[in-house]
């Protein structure tokens, strides 16, 4: 069976696409005429796929929002729906615990859930990482420069070498901690600069690049600084609540199929 990247590869290549549509469902801004199915999470997140499957390279479903609204079940079946599209689906979960913590954490996230691909944040170190890595044939995107504004606290830090935090995180990835060659990185595509900088130190490396949209990334700017590797490029909110009425699901379609092709226009 192909593994992760592999999946994406061929998706990618068939749809012509590197988009990826983030599943943040909130149960509070689905649109009212599916408010009293019995699976208003679900049948949301169904149409929002029927309508945009054939313009993506995966999905991502942020799992808080899931757990947060007891509808972890929904989350399965969603990703269950999305697979049988023939579509993988990363798992947004930023896990990052002691070792037998996080060897529950990836069980829930490839077992329970059965997604092809996960996030998980490094600053625990290796062992910490250990259990999701061993799933080799799963992507793992570990976080390496966030485009929230407190990220700077912490991942722009000077390290006694002269390098900041996230490049020594760019440089472990890459080397130490690539064992089984199923690593990616989360970078922020706010700040364009910083995803050359990584781009320079990982080579081909995929990155998954959340900003698109309602956080208003620039397009071509990302497309040029993440040139020469793998890339997913991720839109949330500004492609699934494109409209919160009726024609909700044409206006998803619309708003992905104008995110893919702007990108296309700097591949």
């Known amino acids: 069976m192909p593994n992760f990247f592999q999946q994406v590869a061929q998706v990618r290549d068939r749809n012509q696409s590197l988009l990826c549509v983030g599943l943040d469902t909130d149960p509070l801004r689905i649109p009212q005429i599916l408010q009293n199915d019995p699976d208003p999470v679900f049948s949301f997140n169904r149409?929002?796929?029927?309508?945009?499957?054939?313009?993506?390279?995966?999905?991502?479903?942020?799992?808080?929002?899931?757990?947060?609204a007891g509808a972890e079940e929904s989350l399965v079946r969603s990703i269950a729906y999305a697979?049988?599209?023939?579509?993988?689906?990363?798992?947004?979960?930023?896990?990052?615990?002691?070792?037998?913590?996080?060897?529950?954490?990836?069980?829930?996230a490839f077992q329970r859930f059965n997604a092809d691909a996960v996030t998980i944040n490094p600053y625990m170190g290796l062992d910490s990482m250990k259990p999701f890595l061993d799933f080799a044939e799963k992507g793992i995107f570990i976080l390496?420069?966030?485009?929230?504004?407190?990220?700077?606290?912490?991942?722009?830090?000077?390290?006694?070498?002269?390098?900041?935090?996230?490049?020594?995180?760019?440089?472990?990835a890459v080397t130490d901690w690539n064992q089984n060659d199923n690593i990616?990185?989360?970078?922020?595509?706010?700040?364009?600069?910083?995803?050359?900088?990584?781009?320079?130190?990982?080579?081909?490396?995929?990155?998954?690049?959340?900003?698109?949209?309602?956080?208003?990334?620039?397009?071509?700017?990302?497309?040029?600084?993440?040139?020469?590797?793998?890339?997913?490029?991720?839109?949330?909110?500004?492609?699934i609540y494109a409209s919160d009425k009726r024609d909700f699901v044409?206006?998803?379609?619309?708003?992905?199929?104008?995110?893919?092709d702007q990108i296309n226009q700097f591949c």
């Open 144 to 172: 390496c420069r966030t485009s929230n504004p407190g990220g700077s606290d912490l991942q722009n830090l000077v390290l006694a070498d002269g390098k900041r935090l996230y490049e020594h995180v760019a440089e472990l």
């Open 83 to 108: 697979k049988q599209k023939g579509v993988p689906v990363l798992l947004d979960a930023k896990r990052g615990d002691i070792g037998s913590t996080a060897e529950m954490y990836a069980k829930e």
């Open 184 to 239: 990616a990185l989360v970078v922020g595509a706010t700040r364009p600069e910083e995803i050359a900088d990584i781009r320079k130190i990982t080579g081909e490396m995929t990155f998954l690049l959340p900003g698109v949209g309602a956080q208003g990334a620039d397009i071509e700017s990302l497309m040029k600084s993440g040139r020469g590797g793998g890339m997913i490029i991720n839109s949330s909110r500004g492609i």
């Open 47 to 68: 149409e929002i796929i029927d309508a945009t499957s054939d313009l993506v390279c995966c999905y991502k479903p942020q799992i808080a929002y899931y757990g947060g």
């Open 250 to 260: 044409q206006q998803a379609r619309a708003a992905a199929l104008d995110t893919r």
